[in-house]
């Protein structure tokens, strides 16, 4: 979706290096998500943001950190990359209106590999 | 963390064939959201539903929000090869501003 772009799309790095993933986002949406997505687990929320500076954690954000200083982007840091954090990363944004959720879309992925 | 309930895991299919699949829930959801992956992208929207008992269609697919406002359908009639992939669902529960709840995926697989 061209609304949405996540960069890299392939990455490979170290273990013990820091590591920053990208999510841009085109369509004004307030809230942004990051997951991990991994066999046999489905789709895991890491970190999300619900403006700008504003973000919480995710059920398996430890090892990960999120910064949000533009609408529009959404990056997630791996301080110190470890094998266990080998994933697909996926970027979703999102609006909200009359209290229901609406345009929750994904990002094309980043493949990740720590070795 | 929490998950619905989604069903079947995975299901063989011939093309022509309906298919059905389901999410529970043990509490109320007020949206449920479908969707389809394909290898290498990310999670494609399908179908959003907002109010229980909503029946909304797109194509050859078809999504229901159930009437207890704690489970959701998706049918596909006529099932074509380009149906394989993965199918999500995803519901927002009443006190949630924004979260989504996952299912774990349905795998479509085209039989040989």
């Known amino acids: 979706d061209a609304g949405i772009t996540q960069s890299p799309r392939h990455k490979v790095t170290e273990t013990g290096t820091p590591v920053t993933l990208r999510c841009h986002q085109t369509e004004n949406h307030r809230y942004m998500y990051w997951y991990r997505q991994d066999p046999g687990h489905g789709l895991r929320l890491i970190h999300y943001s619900y403006g700008v500076k504003d973000t919480d954690k995710g059920e398996v954000s430890d090892g990960y950190s999120v910064s949000r200083s533009k609408t529009e982007d959404f990056l997630l840091t791996l301080e110190s990359a470890t094998s266990s954090q080998t994933s697909v990363y996926f970027c979703?944004?999102?609006?909200?209106?009359?209290?229901?959720?609406?345009?929750?879309?994904f990002g094309s992925g980043t493949r990740l590999t720590v070795v | 963390g929490q998950q619905l309930n989604q069903s079947p895991q995975s299901m063989f299919i011939q093309e022509g064939e309906d298919v059905s699949m389901n999410c529970t829930s043990s509490?109320?959801?007020?949206?449920w959201l479908w969707y389809k992956q394909d290898p290498g992208e990310g999670p494609v929207l399908l179908i959003a539903?907002?109010?229980a008992g909503e029946l909304t269609s797109n194509g050859r697919l078809t999504a229901q929000f159930g009437i207890t406002r704690k489970d959701s359908f998706l049918n596909i009639s006529a099932s074509i090869p380009s149906d394989v992939g993965i199918y999500f669902c995803?519901?927002?529960?009443?006190?949630?501003?924004?979260?989504?709840?996952w299912g774990a995926g349905t795998k479509l697989i085209i039989k040989p």
């Open positions: 509490s109320i959801f007020n949206t």
């Open positions: 995803a519901g927002q529960p009443v006190d949630s501003n924004y979260q989504l709840i």
């Open positions: 539903l907002y109010k």
């Open positions: 979703a944004i999102s609006e909200r209106a009359q209290g229901r959720i609406y345009g929750y879309t």
